[in-house]
């Protein structure tokens, strides 16, 4: 069965960092675009960063641009996405999902494959 698994999740206070990984089991990353989504109680499943399968294209979410950098290690087949100043408003769920195309885009329709997610919690 094809996975992904998201670790690196935690609570964290405002201003700190965290380093979220998204591993493949049982298939290779190479020829998928990743994308990274996070979940807020209440809230719809919104598009936070994604890659394309080469890593040459990045895309962000406004409300994490500067602070996030999603990036792509295929040959350990992972993609992380590190976060930077981290704000209360970045609580979630956060997913990784893949989609078997070069571009990545933020639609969560788009994606076939997603992990179990982790909980990022920013509290003081």
């Known amino acids: 069965q094809l996975q992904l698994v998201e670790s690196g999740g935690g609570l964290v206070q405002p201003g700190e960092s965290l380093r979220l990984s998204c591993a493949a089991s049982r298939f290779t990353l190479d020829h998928y675009a990743i994308g990274w989504f996070r979940q807020a109680p209440g809230k719809e499943r919104e598009g936070v960063s994604c890659i394309s399968s080469s890593g040459g294209i990045t895309n962000y979410a406004d409300s994490v641009k500067g602070r996030f950098t999603i990036s792509r290690d295929n040959a350990k087949n992972t993609v992380y996405l590190q976060m930077n100043s981290l704000k209360p408003e970045d609580t979630a769920i956060y997913y990784c999902?893949?989609?078997?195309?070069?571009?990545?885009?933020?639609?969560?329709?788009?994606?076939?494959?997603w992990g179990q997610g982790t909980q990022v919690t920013v509290s003081s």
């Open positions: 999902a893949a989609q078997s195309r070069y571009y990545c885009s933020g639609y969560v329709s788009s994606y076939e494959l």
